[in-house]
Structures are given as structure tokens and as C-alpha cells.
């Protein structure tokens, strides 16, 4: 399975066409990460215009199976983080075959 960019020559690609220090680059790609972590969990959504935004849910208490035993389980109510991608990045990547 083909690796996708790593974080290193991601930094590198932006200083490139930024004409930034890797430096620079990384301690903003360091804030975007930070910033957006902390207003999904303050406000319950991050949007990164053009690529997508990061949405609190919460899912509700439910039953289960046990795959190997087959028994039936309680799953607990939990808080859980999606990642909608935006309808321009989703088009560009795959776009819709008519």
C-alpha cells in the first residue's frame, strides 16, 4: 500500500511555494492543528475552507455483538470526532462520472 505525504516534506512542499523557513512552516501547521483541535472541542465544529471541517457528535447508547462469542453487549454513549470532506475538495478528488 503506497504511503501518503508525510509531515516533513508536506512542510517542505508549503515553505517551497511560500518562500518560508521549514521552520516557519511547521509552527504553522503546528497552530492549525492546535487551533482546530481546541475549537471542535470548545464549539463543536473546525472548518478548514476548501478541504473540509471537524465535528463533535455524540452517539447514543447501544446494543452490540461480540463477534466471536456472538453474545449481545451494551456499548456505552460516547462522544466521538468526524471529519466531513467539502464538496469542492470531494468533486476534485472524485469527481462524479455522468
Do not use: C, H, W, Y
Request: no cysteine.
Amino acid at each position: 500500500m503506497a504511503k501518503g505525504m508525510t509531515k516533513t516534506a508536506l512542510v517542505r512542499t508549503m515553505a517551497e511555494k511560500m518562500e518560508l523557513t521549514n521552520k516557519q512552516t511547521s509552527a504553522f501547521i503546528e497552530l492549525l492543528a492546535e487551533t482546530a483541535v481546541k475549537e471542535t472541542k470548545k464549539n463543536g465544529e473546525f472548518t478548514i475552507p476548501g478541504i473540509g471541517k471537524l465535528v463533535k457528535a455524540e452517539r447514543k447508547a447501544r446494543l452490540g455483538r461480540n463477534p466471536q462469542t456472538g453474545e449481545t453487549i451494551k456499548i456505552k454513549a460516547k462522544t466521538v470526532v468526524k471529519f466531513r470532506v467539502a464538496k469542492t475538495a470531494k468533486d476534485t478528488i472524485a469527481p462524479v462520472k455522468k
